[in-house]
């Protein structure tokens, strides 16, 4: 399974998210493959899931896979509460 972290610029915001996908994951007891990237770049990138800020993450098109929309990046209960369900 491969989950692509998107932010605006694919830098700071979504290293951090990325980082703390990786630590939800390892608490849940699960592995995949985590990356980050930005939007333009994402469009072009096939993952099973694309997770990111409601307002960048959502102009991803429907079709692309699975769009989970994260409110708080900091918030680990939120990622693996919002995540869970596609693993």
């Known amino acids: 399974m491969k989950i692509l972290v998107v932010c605006g610029s694919g830098l700071g915001s979504s290293f951090i998210l990325e980082l703390n996908v990786k630590k939800a994951l390892e ?3 699960k592995e995949a493959e985590v990356s980050h990237t930005d939007l333009a770049s ?5 993952a099973d899931i694309y ?5 960048i993450v959502n102009e991803l098109a429907k079709d692309k896979g699975i769009i989970v929309s994260i409110f708080n990046m ?4 939120e990622i693996k509460e919002k995540l ?3 693993l």
């Open 27 to 29: 608490s849940l007891g």
């Open 42 to 46: 994402a469009k072009a990138e096939t």
């Open 51 to 55: 997770l990111g800020a409601a307002d």
């Open 74 to 77: 900091m918030s680990i209960a």
């Open 84 to 86: 869970e369900p596609f």
